[in-house]
């Protein structure tokens, strides 16, 4: 009980909780009556408990301890979704594209790394960082080919479909990138490489978060 209480609960919710905790399943007329005041006046404190996933109620049931806070709820949540649940179209250009071409698509696609292929299979990425380098460096944009300014792929930290979206993350905050290729092994046996099939961003995530937050992936 200690954990729990350390939340923050009021000396009302907590004996609400130790009773629920000992003798759930048990009613709110019950818990009233061991408390000694009325059902009406322990509304509120059962609503702020259960929405804090510290206890749950079923209809003819009655209210029982769970013991997992909001919080726990939350990490259980997002520790069962994978990249493949949130991830988005990725955009991609063919190594021959000059650099030129690359900066134009990438700001009418309104991202900030564009993933380059070779014969459908990923081959680099390139970032605005990468490509304003190039430019204040004088070099005639139309001219240069994307594949000499890219990141090539052995450099380039990816993801799969399956993959936890948490651990995803924990990539894109541990080596300080805006997003991931979503990326499988070639259909082609004749091919070894990836094909990239999405793409994960930190918007993405922060998306992910506010569904969780709003209930709308329960």
């Known amino acids: 009980m200690k954990g729990v209480l350390a939340i923050g609960f009021t000396p009302r919710q907590e004996k609400i909780i130790e009773i629920v905790q000992t003798a759930g399943p048990i009613s709110g007329e019950q818990i009233a009556d061991k408390l000694n005041v009325t059902r009406a006046a322990l509304r509120s404190d059962l609503a702020i408990l259960t929405m804090s996933g510290i206890i749950d109620a079923r209809p ?5 301890y769970t013991g997992k806070s909001t919080l726990g709820m939350l990490a259980e949540e997002i520790g069962r979704i994978c990249v493949r649940d949130v991830q988005s179209v990725p ?51 139309q001219k240069m080919p994307v594949k000499v300014i890219m990141t090539p792929l052995p450099k380039i930290i990816f993801t799969t ?21 979503v990326v499988r092994n070639s259909q082609d046996t004749a091919s070894k490489g990836y094909e990239i099939v999405g793409r994960l961003t930190k ?9 969780l937050g709003e209930g709308k992936r329960r």
């Open 203 to 211: 918007t993405n995530i922060t998306r992910l978060l506010v569904e």
């Open 60 to 64: 003819k049931v009655g209210y029982f």
């Open 161 to 181: 479909p399956e993959e936890p979206v948490i651990v995803a993350a924990k990539k894109i905050i541990e080596n300080e990138v805006d997003s991931l290729p």
């Open 91 to 141: 955009v991609v250009v063919p190594t021959n594209t000059s650099a030129y071409e690359t900066i134009v698509t990438m700001f009418l696609e309104d991202v900030g790394t564009v993933f380059v292929t070779e014969n459908g299979l990923l081959a680099g990425a390139v970032s605005r960082k990468d490509l304003l380098k190039v430019a204040m460096a004088g070099n005639d944009l």
